[in-house]
């Protein structure tokens, strides 16, 4: 099964790497998506899965605050953070961690090789190396990233996570390089 021309490489992104347009208003760097980091695996013959946008799917796309670009992004961020950890949101993001994994397990029971999962640093819901909390840029995971991680180690699922950060495409391009390598 599957001796096609498929690469049987497959990466994981956040949703707004595919689609800035689902991200909070006042932070999209590009019209439509981070085009070097697709073109990235595109030439490298790596499927990609785009993962859900947990801010959309449990805050809508005003993230519940038509005023929020008119903060600063930690500020704004670190309100998402604190509406992403309440309890009617934790309840929505669990279906969007349980689709992820079930996608990985596919993929990985197919013999297909899953190159790491990528999210964007100071997200307060995908941040891998840098999130937003008390209106600051601080270490540590968003929300969904952390909860995706704690249901991969108890599914003993070990990926790479690599967080990235659209200002620091020269870093950004390093690091998805030594990821797939």
């Given at each position: 099964?599957?001796?096609d021309?498929?690469?049987?490489?497959?990466?994981?992104?956040?949703?707004?790497?595919?689609?800035?347009?689902?991200?909070?208003?006042?932070?999209?760097?590009?019209?439509?998506?981070?085009?070097?980091?697709?073109?990235?695996?595109?030439?490298?013959?790596?499927?990609?899965?785009?993962?859900?946008c947990?801010?959309?799917?449990?805050?809508?796309?005003?993230?519940?605050?038509?005023?929020?670009?008119?903060r600063?992004?930690?500020?704004?961020?670190?309100?998402?953070?604190?509406?992403?950890?309440?309890?009617?949101?934790k309840?929505?993001?669990?279906?969007?961690?349980?689709?992820?994994?079930?996608?990985?397990?596919?993929?990985?029971?197919?013999?297909?090789?899953?190159?790491?999962?990528?999210g964007?640093?100071?997200?307060?819901?995908?941040?891998?190396?840098?999130?937003?909390?008390?209106?600051?840029?601080?270490?540590?995971?968003?929300?969904?990233?952390?909860?995706?991680?704690?249901?991969?180690?108890?599914?003993?699922?070990?990926?790479?996570?690599?967080?990235?950060?659209?200002?620091?495409?020269?870093?950004?391009?390093?690091?998805?390089?030594?990821?797939?390598?």
């Amino acid at each position: 099964m599957f001796t096609d021309a498929r690469s049987k490489k497959v990466v994981l992104l956040a949703h707004c790497i595919l689609n800035q347009n689902s991200i909070s208003d006042g932070t999209a760097d590009f019209p439509s998506q981070v085009k070097k980091v697709v073109q990235f695996f595109l030439k490298n013959k790596i499927g990609i899965i785009q993962m859900p946008c947990p801010e959309l799917m449990c805050l809508g796309l005003d993230r519940g605050d038509v005023h929020g670009a008119e903060r600063p992004v930690v500020v704004e961020n670190t309100r998402i953070r604190t509406s992403l950890n309440k309890p009617n949101s934790k309840k929505k993001i669990q279906p969007l961690i349980k689709q992820t994994i079930h996608q990985i397990k596919e993929y990985k029971k197919n013999g297909f090789s899953i190159l790491g999962v990528v999210g964007i640093n100071r997200s307060p819901s995908c941040g891998i190396n840098t999130t937003s909390m008390n209106d600051k840029e601080v270490s540590g995971q968003g929300v969904f990233m952390k909860a995706l991680q704690e249901e991969l180690k108890k599914e003993k699922i070990n990926l790479k996570f690599v967080g990235i950060k659209t200002s620091k495409m020269k870093e950004t391009m390093k690091s998805l390089t030594e990821m797939i390598r």
